[in-house]
């Protein structure tokens, strides 16, 4: 694989970043995105309700593996609508979950992955468990004092649609609502936390069942993204989860609704994909001979710590660099990762348009840093630290390979 095979993100056409757009056109009469015209031409102009899966690392590698062996994918290829869209980049739950809440594009929610350098407190972070990077527990940021209002947007498109007369309902799993960014994110929506997927889908239909007036619901799903990243993309386990997803989704929800529901419209769509991962095969910037070195071209804080593990993952390494250092470190690094990854200016991929359209959020670009590390397809770059930063995974994401960045989006009226 070269970079001649990675897929840019399509901002303003074939991109995740026109969905939460198509939500507010469908519900609040906000003007249509420029999505596929085989999405626009299957709404309906009198839909009173959308229902949203976000089914976390869902790929278009999977659904178009799937699609004829299962009778919800094949129902709805045949009888609604599926196109192909690109993730944005990175092809990360971060950047992607905070789009959908706030309707805001990568560049301009200024969230962008896992990791980041946070300026307002000279630290990385990691902005969904709302925690000091390499911390495991949740709300460290939030036991040390930080205002949500301080570091993350405050726009969601709940209260958007709220003062459109549309009321918002979110299924998300228990195990995430310990956080600030979880009730930042979602004001404006009532918030059900659902424990396992069967109790969250019998809990979606009995909502939409009592429904009174236009309505959106957003559910997220997590399970195929956590397996995935445990075994990895092309194994049993993964295959299981799958499985179960889809045929408990078809059982409980969908074989249930169909013809029950009037004006309302089915979505499904991914955050991203996933792309194999060897940990045998990991290069750490501060550990073997390949990049002996690196170190000396990382920034520090204000205490004199460097800025590690720097911003994003294993797939997509933004790096924090001295400014006078900059063009010796990218061409070190482009020299010894030749054949395994490409290195760029993050400033020139802004330029490019790969987090989406200007303006972009003001402490964008002190977070996304100077350069990123962008492995190729079974490849990656991470920096070592025992029990705090480790790539272990079999499965990841948030690079430019088609399968991180290519997504179904599948719609489906009920009636």
Not at 101 to 108: D, I, K, W, Y
Not at 189 to 213: D, F, H, M
Not at 268 to 284: I, K, Q, S, W
Request: hydrophobic share 40%; net charge negative.
């Amino acid at each position: 694989m070269t970079c001649a095979d990675f897929v840019k993100p399509e901002y303003g056409s074939r991109c995740f970043s026109e969905i939460p757009k198509l939500v507010e056109h469908l519900l609040g009469g906000g003007p249509a995105p420029p999505l596929p015209a085989e999405i626009l031409d299957a709404t309906s102009a009198d839909c009173e309700a959308v229902v949203l899966f976000f089914v976390d690392a869902f790929g278009w590698r999977f659904f178009e593996k799937y699609r004829d062996q299962y009778p919800f994918l094949d129902r709805v290829s045949r009888t609604g609508a599926v196109t192909q869209l690109t993730s944005q980049f990175p092809s990360t739950t971060t950047a992607h979950v905070t789009c959908v809440h706030t309707g805001l594009p990568v560049g301009q929610s200024g969230l962008f992955e896992w990791n980041y350098y946070e300026p307002t407190l000279d630290a990385i972070i990691v902005p969904l468990m709302y925690s000091f990077a390499g911390q495991r527990e949740r709300g460290t940021l939030t036991a040390a004092g930080v205002d949500p209002a301080q570091i993350l947007p405050t726009r969601t498109i709940y209260r958007e649609l709220k003062r459109q007369g549309v009321r918002s309902f979110a299924f998300q799993p228990r195990a995430h609502m310990g956080s600030a960014y979880a009730w930042t994110t979602f004001k404006g929506a009532s918030v059900i936390p659902y424990t396992t997927l069967a109790e969250g889908l019998v809990n979606l239909g009995a909502k939409l069942e009592g429904r009174q007036g236009p309505a959106y619901y957003f559910f997220y799903f997590d399970g195929i993204d956590s397996i995935g990243h445990q075994y990895g993309p092309t194994s049993e386990q993964i295959e299981a989860e799958i499985d179960a997803f889809l045929t408990v989704l078809d059982r409980l929800f969908t074989q249930r609704l169909q013809g029950k529901l009037d004006k309302t419209l089915l979505l499904l769509t991914a955050d991203h994909g996933m792309v194999e991962t060897d940990p045998g095969r990991t290069l750490y910037l501060n550990r073997g001979e390949t990049l002996a070195g690196a170190e000396r071209y990382l920034k520090t804080n204000r205490k004199g710590e460097l800025l590690v593990p720097g911003g994003g993952s294993c797939r997509d390494m933004f790096l924090y660099i001295r400014e006078e250092l900059l063009e010796e470190a990218h061409d070190f690094l482009a020299e010894r990762l030749e054949g395994r990854a490409e290195v760029r200016l993050v400033r020139e991929m802004a330029a490019e348009g790969y987090f989406g359209p200007e303006p972009f959020a003001p402490e964008f670009a002190a977070r996304a840093g100077d350069l990123v590390i962008l492995p190729y397809k079974n490849e990656s770059v991470w920096w070592y630290e025992k029990g705090k930063f480790e790539q272990k995974y079999w499965g990841h994401h948030g690079g430019l390979t088609p399968e991180e960045m290519e997504i179904p989006l599948l719609l489906w009226d009920f009636t």
